[in-house]
């Protein structure tokens, strides 16, 4: 079954304890995004990546790292987790070629809160 | 400025009425993709439809449509016949393929519009 899979689902944490996200999509997907999503403000783009080794900061990268080694696999990394960055983040990819219609699919989501 | 504007933060409608959510988008490329998603209570977002810019027809999927309106640069769902499963969040989104490789891939989203199905 084609998916992206992240996890945890759920995660509470403690401000400062480093956590990763992880993620990984089944669909041989070039691109891979990360967003948040916090209430009113609709999805927001943390971190992209083109292809492997290649990634680029989105609209709220401030606090997130990210790497691309395999092509299956996007993590995202908070070094030093605070308050602000509680919020349900989401995992996509899509198709990377000139074409509108590269449907972008997305993991479950992982709802993080940071004590 | 905002790429994708969603103006109705809430919706209500009866089973078995049309409803129509409202997007409106922000771009100068020609070439571009709009995509509406839909976000249930349990989190998960679904993508619903697809029309891009080049599409003369409106785009169809089931009791989803999406009336598409390039001069005017909108792009609003219409869901028919609507049923208590569909009330969750739905959001607008876009695609521009505008070459530049750095924004190539990017989805902008609207801020989503709640819609909630009365019996």
């Known amino acids: 079954e084609a998916q992206v899979t992240q996890n945890p689902r759920y995660l509470i944490t403690v401000t400062g304890k480093k956590l990763t996200v992880t993620c990984s999509q089944n669909?041989?997907?070039?691109?891979m995004s990360w967003y948040r999503q916090d209430p009113g403000l609709g999805l927001r783009q943390i971190y992209y990546s083109m292809n492997v080794e290649v990634t680029d900061k989105g609209d709220v990268p401030e606090g997130y790292k990210v790497s691309r080694k395999e092509k299956r696999n996007f993590p995202l990394i908070l070094e030093s987790p605070s308050p602000n960055q509680t919020s349900l983040y989401f995992c996509a990819s899509s198709l990377k070629g000139a074409k509108a219609k590269n449907i972008q699919y997305f993991g479950a989501g992982t709802r993080l809160s940071v004590l | 400025a905002q790429k994708i504007t969603q103006t109705q933060p809430g919706m209500f409608v009866q089973e078995k009425e049309a409803v129509t959510l409202d997007c409106t988008y922000d771009t100068s490329d020609q070439s571009y993709g709009l995509f509406w998603y839909k976000q249930p209570s349990s989190g998960e977002m679904i993508f619903l439809i697809y029309q891009g810019s080049y599409d003369e027809q409106n785009a169809t999927e089931g009791r989803y449509s999406l009336n598409f309106q390039k001069a005017r640069k909108s792009a609003n769902l219409v869901i028919s016949a609507s049923q208590l499963g569909d009330s969750a969040m739905y959001f607008c989104a876009m695609r521009e393929v505008n070459g530049r490789g750095s924004t190539l891939g990017r989805l902008y989203f609207g801020r989503g519009t709640q819609l909630t199905v009365w019996p």
């Open positions: 669909m041989n997907h070039e691109y």
